[in-house]
């Protein structure tokens, strides 16, 4: 580590100890050319999630916009916020186990679908009306009746994860 007295890059760590609820090393560091004692900190370097979208365009992955997709697909429903936040809790924690710096917003959608049947079969289908597009009544019925006979792919172009 650079001095930012000196700029030695010779020096000692005093102390070290867990910072910021354990996401972040503190040391506390002397160099060793001048004397002078400093503070560093050691983070843990994350790459941003980007969402490839069907266009081929790539954004920042945005867990506020997933949420608001998902309450609105919960609205009016027996669903806690709790239980949504667990729900993408549980996607953020799939695509991280995978050290993925890029998702299909496909997957992306299947993956809440499959957890949101789980949950509510109303919200399942209200999320799957605009993840999937649907551009008629029939694509609904159709939708309803594949999860009726238990199939969560449904047939109107989803692909399980």
């Known amino acids: ?30 160099c060793i050319n001048c004397g002078k004692r400093f503070t560093t900190y050691e983070y843990v370097e994350q790459m941003p999630l980007m969402v490839v979208k069907r266009d081929g365009r790539r954004e920042p992955y945005n867990r506020q916009k997933l949420l608001n997709g998902i309450l609105l697909a919960c609205r009016k429903r027996p669903i806690s916020r ?47 009306s605009v993840y ?10 159709e939708e309803l009746e594949n999860l009726k006979k238990g199939d969560q792919r449904g047939k109107t172009g989803g692909t399980e994860p």
């Open 82 to 128: 709790a239980e949504i936040e667990k729900l993408i809790d549980f996607v953020e924690t799939r695509l991280n186990e995978d050290c993925r710096v890029e998702v299909n917003s496909s997957e992306l959608g299947e993956l809440v679908l499959k957890q949101l049947l789980s949950i509510d079969p109303v919200a399942y289908v209200r999320f799957a």
């Open 132 to 141: 999937r597009q649907f551009n008629s009544p029939e694509q609904f019925v």
């Open 1 to 30: 580590m650079k001095c930012p007295f000196c700029d030695s890059v010779e020096d000692r760590v005093l102390d070290s100890r867990p910072s910021q609820d354990g996401t972040a090393i503190r040391r506390r560091r002397e």
